[in-house]
């Protein structure tokens, strides 16, 4: 894109951020503070040495996260809400220039053609903006923790195995889905790197004792697990929640009786009424499959760019699928699988008619729950049918069609090769 074009994309985006701070400020007040007041009142709890782990929290939603992010965010608890508000704002917005900046050096470091290049964010942004969104009127975690994930490997492909292992492993502090790259990293046989990340975890939860005293941690630690099994993360009114999306959720919705909820619909195959344990079967043996496909090994040349983003951009859409709580601001993580198909697409001038059907399929379904567009009840009953849990399997396959093309080093598709 030529200097010109950045300078008037660049005005465009500082004059829309500052109109949307304005808002968010305005309706942060409103919505007393959404989920960061959870990470906040942690760090002010840490702050002042009491339990971070209170089932069914009167003051905040539950803290489900490490001690080692509630003790980053008693950093933010120094001043009061709103400024506190303020910072992670800023600092979510800078991290997600980040992830923008680094998705385009790992999958293409070229210079595209300007209408490509409008095209390319159009549609990138056509995926992404309603995960975005949330993530930041909310004041969530999300935008943090796919920054570090982006970050580390994109240092791990420039050689820094230490540093990159490092900032993934920081991930599985906020959000612990990020795990699920340790297994893959073993089976490439990136068994350092794979080392490397363990250790530091280890060191994360050892890091906040330098701050508040070895037992104090030790006690946080202990009462970590107990508190993850015992808290609302696995009570039913959570996984059979609308507005939950992950597969465990979008399986028992489907199996299960969801007349109890508000203006539920009845669900294909609700007559079934699984029981749970079968449901969770069906739920391990499908994250089983998923998972499994991506140690398939990929027809990409070597040298491509896309051979191991393919790998990570499916390892993401895994850790969206299998959050227990992935509410729609979770699958943010689908913005690589977007940089990297919409890319694709571009440079095979969209030949690619199953893929591209594939991509308008998930704008279909990414749009079904506006509000504005449809209606409150029928966006609010779209839910039950797990249109974000249908996008990550949408793009999946996609990716999935992708890997298993012979793709140059220059990321020309030799089965759909542009013509010159």
């Known amino acids: 894109m030529q200097k010109k074009y950045k300078i008037l994309l660049i005005s465009f985006l500082v004059i829309f951020s500052a109109a949307y701070f304005l808002n968010h400020k305005y309706r942060a007040h409103r919505k007393n503070y959404a989920d960061f007041r959870c990470f906040y009142t942690a ?47 800023i600092t979510n917005y800078l991290f997600l220039v980040i992830v923008f900046i680094l998705l385009k050096k790992m999958v293409f470091n070229e210079r595209l053609p300007l209408k490509s290049s409008i095209l390319f964010i159009l549609l990138v942004a056509l995926g992404g903006l309603r995960f975005i969104f949330p993530n930041f009127d909310n004041g969530q975690s999300n935008i943090m923790m796919l920054a570090c994930i982006i970050t580390g490997l994109y240092l791990v492909s420039k050689k820094r195995e230490a540093s990159g292992g490092a900032i993934l492993a920081f991930s599985a502090m906020i959000k612990y889905t990020p795990l699920i790259f340790i297994p893959y990293f073993f089976f490439r046989r990136k068994f350092r790197l794979a080392l490397i990340i363990m250790a530091s975890l280890l060191a994360y939860l050892i890091l906040p004792a330098a701050f ?3 037992r104090a941690n030790f006690i946080y630690l202990g009462r970590l697990l107990p508190f993850l099994t015992q808290s609302t993360i696995l009570e039913p009114g959570t ?38 344990g079968f449901i969770k079967l069906i739920f391990i043996s499908s994250a089983i499959l998923l998972y499994g496909t991506v140690f398939l090994k990929p027809r990409l040349d070597k040298n491509s760019n896309l051979y191991y983003n393919i790998d990570y951009a499916l390892l993401l859409i895994c850790a969206s699928l299998f959050n227990l709580n992935a509410w729609m601001q979770s699958y943010i993580l689908l913005l690589m699988p977007y940089f990297i198909i919409v890319y694709y697409l ?5 030949r690619d008619k199953l893929v591209s059907g594939l991509l308008l399929l998930s704008y279909i379904l990414n749009i079904i729950t506006i509000k504005g567009l449809f209606g409150e009840q029928f966006s ?3 839910y039950f049918y797990s249109p974000y849990t249908l996008i990550g399997l949408v793009l999946f396959l996609a990716l999935l069609k992708i890997k298993f093309l012979s793709i140059t080093k220059e990321g020309w598709p030799v089965q759909l090769k542009k013509r010159s």
């Open 43 to 89: 760090g002010k709890r840490m702050a002042n040495g009491e339990n971070i782990y209170v089932i069914r929290d009167k003051q905040a939603a539950e803290y489900r996260y490490a001690p080692v992010f509630a003790l980053l965010m008693s950093a933010f608890a120094l001043s009061d809400i709103d400024t506190a508000d303020s910072f992670w704002f």
């Open 380 to 382: 609010y009953k779209a």
């Open 212 to 214: 508040i005293g070895w």
């Open 346 to 350: 571009i440079k095979c001038a969209f």
């Open 239 to 276: 996984i059979l929640d609308p507005k939950n999306q992950s597969l465990l959720s979008a399986i028992q919705r489907l199996f299960t009786y969801c007349i109890s909820s508000y203006h539920a619909p009845h669900m294909p195959f609700e007559s079934l009424n699984l029981s749970a």
